[in-house]
């Protein structure tokens, strides 16, 4: 089976310091997929090379086997960086008609696919007031509305879940599942172990490389350790001892 995403021999340089190093992926169509590290291991600078942000100092990406960036593709992606982009002094109703006439959607389907993505993230309720009223999970949640609207066959997600109360997280989680039970292939970041739980495949990450990849389980396993973070430190020992 060809893989719907395909990172091969990834390289990133920022003026003499390489901050990816040789990344290989293969990411299957409809997969939950995880990139697990902690702060500074690379995974903001490798999510914007799979979406076309960054170009890379070596190697190719392909989704869907075109190879990227592609306009049409970027099209065809939801981006959710690690800050909210939103407008605080406009309202969340307001802040999404604006992100749907970008996308290009046109006026008559934007009421429409409104409702639906703040339902997603349960914020009807709260579409008329400002952003500026809204708590720190609210602007997540709507964040990942806007990430919605045009109705992405990717969706990427950085670290989505920081600064987030566990209530919420969950309930974040449980959008994602959703989503993915809808056809939606999606990447997310994170440097939470049980979060990561959650993934059908997780890329660890560790300086730039990928120290492992599988399903949490084989990690666990083949690590023949019992817990991801332990499993997560056993492969950053084989890659640099
Ligand atoms: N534009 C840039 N110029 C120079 N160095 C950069 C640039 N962007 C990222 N880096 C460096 O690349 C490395 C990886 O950063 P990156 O933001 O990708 O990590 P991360 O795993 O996403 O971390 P965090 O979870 O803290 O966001 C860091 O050392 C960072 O300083």
Redesign the pocket.
């Given at each position: 089976m060809s893989s719907f995403i395909s990172l091969n021999g990834i390289q990133?340089s920022?003026?003499d310091?390489t901050?990816?190093k040789n990344v290989d992926l293969a990411i299957p169509r409809g997969q939950l997929f995880g990139l697990l590290?902690?702060?500074?291991?690379?995974?903001?600078?490798?999510v914007?090379i799979i979406i076309g942000l960054l170009n890379p100092t070596k190697g190719t990406v392909h989704i869907d086997n075109q190879t990227m960036p592609s306009l049409k593709l970027m099209q065809e992606i939801g981006y959710m960086a690690?800050s909210d982009a939103l407008y605080s002094e406009l309202t969340a109703k307001e802040n999404l008609q604006f992100f749907a006439s970008i996308y290009g959607i046109p006026k008559k389907k934007q009421k429409q696919r409104i409702q639906e993505v703040a339902k997603i993230v349960d914020l009807t309720d709260h579409l008329d007031k400002t952003l500026e009223h809204y708590s720190g999970g609210m602007k997540r949640r709507m964040s990942l509305a806007v990430a919605l609207l045009h109705q992405p066959k990717l969706l990427i997600l950085?670290?989505p879940t920081v600064g987030i109360d566990p209530v919420l997280r969950a309930s974040i989680w449980q959008d994602l599942k959703k989503l993915q039970q809808q056809g939606t292939t999606i990447i997310v970041?994170t440097?939470v172990m049980d979060e990561a739980e959650k993934c059908d495949n997780l890329a660890m990450?560790r300086d730039?490389y990928v120290i492992a990849q599988g399903s949490p389980e084989q990690l666990i396993e083949k690590s023949n350790t019992e817990t991801l973070e332990e499993a997560f430190l056993h492969y950053g020992k084989i890659t640099y001892e």
């Open positions: 990133k920022f003026k310091e901050v990816i590290g902690p702060s500074g291991s690379g995974k903001t600078t490798l914007k690690q950085d670290e970041t440097h990450l730039g």
